[in-house]
C-alpha cells in the first residue's frame, strides 16, 4: 500500500505547521517529520488506528498525533491510504 496525500490534507497540514511555527520554527519542523514518520508506518497496519468518529465507515480510520487527528480511507482496491485531512482532537473535520 502506498500513503497518498489528499488535497486537504496538505492545506490543513500547511496551517498547523504555520501555526506551530509561530511559536517555534524548530519545533514546527520536529513535528512535521515525526508525523511523516508515523504517516510511513500506516501500510504495515492500516487498521490499527480506531474507526474515525468523523465517519460512518469501517474504512475509514483517525490516526491519532500530538492531540491531532488524521483521518484516512484504507482504499484496498486500489491498494493505497488517502490522508483525509488533520485537525485538533474534538475539532470539527
Known amino acids: 500500500m502506498i500513503v497518498e496525500k489528499g488535497d486537504k490534507f496538505d492545506s490543513k497540514l500547511d496551517a498547523v505547521l504555520d501555526y506551530i511555527a509561530r511559536d517555534s520554527l524548530n519545533r514546527a519542523i520536529d513535528f512535521s517529520v515525526e508525523l511523516e514518520e508515523k504517516l510511513n508506518k500506516l501500510p504495515h497496519m ?48
Do not use: A, M
Open 46 to 93: 492500516p487498521y490499527k488506528f480506531r474507526r474515525s468518529i468523523y465517519f460512518d465507515d469501517e474504512n475509514i480510520r483517525d490516526c491519532i498525533f500530538k492531540g491531532y487527528v488524521i483521518p484516512y480511507l484504507i482504499d484496498g482496491i486500489n491498494n493505497k491510504i488517502i490522508l483525509l485531512g488533520i485537525v485538533k482532537y474534538r475539532e470539527k473535520l
